[in-house]
């Protein structure tokens, strides 16, 4: 008799834990199923102001444009046109760090793949603009575009954190630009051929010169400072 | 990586959130388990059984406590064992209480279970239970009332285990300690529950004399015997039990140094036990008071628990040569920036969510468990001293639960080279 009460009171405790165990599962599964539906919604309400941030950079970088085609090579402009690429850069950067934390979900919103191809373009027009102000402004600004690939490269965005800081610390005379590889977009192809990009990070300098591998910011500040040595950076 | 650093912050909070939710629900059952219903009409002898070393003065206190228990007079005798190395003033305090009907038992011995085995072995009289009191500690007036309750209540239980808390904390470091008393209440309640007790600590416990005869006294070379203790008599297939509402108050280490040592003491002591009893603990027999799929479970996370600290380092070494390597190259750029508060609400995903739903559970666990146990919350100074408890007494207790692993297996060669 002893035996079978006792039996009973340890088949009360597995039955009484395993039931325990069920609803703490189930819940858990209702919490984690509640929060893909809640990370989905947030992912779907962040594209809005990504896209709304590169329409406004588009229309910018599109009125300099005009006023670079306008009045280019002028004193007037030249300063003028510096300044707005200046700020582009700065809020191309913006718009980096906001996508990177956007896309850090799961599952992404179809809209994502999209963005990130018009950010691409955004960054290529960025750079022909720049080149294009390069060459008529008598060389007083210099660009660089830096390329990584769309898997886990560390030293790439340890390398574009220092592109960020050495542009502001020349005052936005130099003008990084990054553009993202394998987003099925023929320009940036032709860029890799043409550059012959194979490894990564690669920069080139004012569209001509190659640096293949990272660089540290002392070595971007003395690559910079070859071809354009009165940038304030250059001093010490 | 990416994929292999997604899933595993998945699983892991995941596993985490588990926890959190499994021991809420247990909580909740827990606090509500007690019953005072039975009234006992006879209550049964019990023997106070209190060795010393060096508690001095402090002993008048634990016999006072004692002594003014509400348990029916003649009804419990206390036994003073001395050890070999009781210093004069523990002695003199000890003498000092002849005259009350105290039996004072210089044993000769030395080692706290060997005084313990000569006192219950040769001076007790008819006493049916045994409440171990160490003599830096001191019980609650109700305390034998209740801890002998469960004897009522349910067949084959071999020991009770109190609630044990700090007595009258001051100081920083008696104040963390406190937390931890009270989260440990909860625990050792939640694991009663489970049936998966595997210590009564010492200063308070009730045991079944025949049990304890029965299983083999404490074991005299083992030290932390209470531990010891309690798994044999698992293992023999007696219950224990956990009484929230029966307190003893012990009084913590005052340094650092000595928090470690004891530490270091109870935990080599655990991983010794653990390791030495692993098989009886889970190789499943039939009609046992143990919950063996708990047990398991403990065992495997104790043993993972050690990879706690390691992994912390590589962390600490991860960031530390990121951080070394940034200011190395960009510098020092402290930018707390519009633009930062607005990354920080684009990178808010679903992990975010599950990450925020677990704190929220977790402290509201957290003060489920001091309302039930201290009957009353401050929100600002339970919060304070709970997260100083959880954020950095933790790393602390690590360090001495890593070196007692070491230790563990040390004892366990010299435990092998003894017997052979």
């Known amino acids: 008799m002893e035996r079978r009460a006792k039996r009973k009171a340890v088949n009360h405790v597995l039955v009484s834990r395993k039931t325990k165990l069920l609803v703490s599962i189930l819940i858990v599964a209702i919490i984690i199923g509640l929060s893909f539906i809640f990370g989905y919604i947030a992912a779907e309400l962040k594209v809005s102001p990504i896209v709304n941030s590169i329409n406004q950079d588009q229309a910018n970088l599109e009125s300099l444009i005009l006023t670079a085609s306008i009045s280019s090579n002028s004193s007037f402009s030249c300063p003028l046109i510096q300044a707005g690429l200046g700020t582009v850069s700065q809020e191309l950067s913006n718009i980096y760090s906001e996508l990177s934390g956007a896309k850090s979900g799961y599952p992404l919103p179809p809209q994502y793949a999209s963005i990130g191809i018009q950010l691409a373009y955004l960054r290529l027009n960025y750079w022909i603009l720049s080149n294009k102000i390069y060459a008529d402004c ?17 030293t790439c965005g340890e390398e574009g954190q220092e592109l960020a800081v050495v542009s502001q610390e020349s005052n936005y005379t130099f003008l990084p630009t990054v553009i993202e590889t394998g987003l099925n977009i023929n320009e940036v192809y032709a860029l890799q051929k043409v550059y012959n990009i194979t490894t990564y990070p690669t920069l080139v300098i004012d569209g001509k010169y190659v640096i293949k591998g990272y660089l540290t910011t002392s070595q971007i500040i003395n690559d910079a400072c070859k071809y354009l040595d009165n940038m304030s950076i250059c001093n010490s | 990586m990416d994929v292999f650093d997604s899933v595993l912050s998945y699983v892991l909070m995941s596993m985490l959130l588990l926890t959190v939710i499994f021991w809420l629900i247990v909580y909740f059952e827990t606090f509500d388990s007690e019953s005072n219903k039975i009234k006992i009409k006879n209550y049964p002898k019990v023997a106070v059984v209190i060795p010393t070393l060096f508690e001095g003065k402090f002993l008048r206190n634990s016999v006072d406590s004692v002594l003014n228990s509400n348990y029916p007079k003649g009804k419990y005798n206390i036994y003073i064992g001395l050890n070999e190395r009781t210093d004069k003033l523990t002695r003199k305090t000890a003498y000092s209480f002849k005259n009350r009907n105290i039996t004072v038992v210089d044993t000769h011995l030395n080692g706290k ?5 000569y006192v219950i072995k040769n001076k007790l009289k008819d006493e049916k239970f045994i409440l171990s009191l160490d003599a830096d500690s001191v019980i609650d ?3 034998i009332n209740k801890l002998v309750i469960p004897f009522f209540e349910k067949k084959s239980v071999g020991i009770v285990a109190p609630s044990m808390l700090i007595y009258k904390p001051k100081k920083p470091l008696e104040m963390i300690q406190k937390y931890e008393y009270l989260f440990n209440i909860a625990l050792r309640k939640g694991l009663s529950m489970l049936s998966t007790l595997l210590v009564a600590p010492g200063p308070g416990s009730l045991i079944n004399r025949k049990a304890l005869e029965k299983a083999g006294y404490y074991d005299e070379n083992n030290i932390t015997e209470d531990m010891e203790l309690t798994m044999r008599m698992l293992i023999h297939g007696y219950r224990i039990e956990n009484r929230l509402d029966a307190i003893s108050y012990t009084l913590p280490p005052k340094t650092i140094p000595a928090l470690m040592k004891q530490r270091f003491r109870w935990y080599s002591g655990s991983f010794f036990n653990m390791i030495k009893y692993r098989k009886q603990l889970v190789v499943k027999r039939e009609d046992e008071n143990i919950d063996r799929g708990t047990i398991s479970l403990i065992l495997i996370s104790s043993g993972l628990s050690l990879l706690a600290l390691p992994l912390l380092g590589y962390y600490i070494y991860l960031y530390l040569s990121k951080l070394i390597f940034q200011l190395s190259q960009v510098g020092l750029k402290f930018t707390l920036s519009y633009q930062s508060f607005v990354n920080f609400l684009f990178s808010f995903n ?6 925020i739903i677990t704190v929220i559970i977790a402290i509201y666990s957290m003060f489920y468990i001091l309302k039930n146990i201290n009957k009353k919350v401050s929100i600002v100074k339970d919060g304070f001293w709970s997260m100083i408890f959880i954020l950095i007494y933790g790393y602390l207790l690590a360090i001495a639960w890593t070196a007692g692993f070491l230790n563990s297996l040390r004892l366990i060669n010299k435990s092998n080279g003894t017997k052979s």
Do not use: D, Q
Request: charged share 15%; hydrophobic share 40%; proline share 3%.
């Open chain 1, 138 to 154: 008598g060389h007083s600004i210099e660009t660089a575009l830096m390329f990584y690939p769309n898997s886990v490269c560390i």
């Open chain 2, 113 to 117: 279970s060997r005084v313990m085995n």
């Open chain 2, 141 to 143: 007036k109700n305390l």
């Open chain 2, 350 to 355: 679903e992990l975010s969510f599950i990450g």
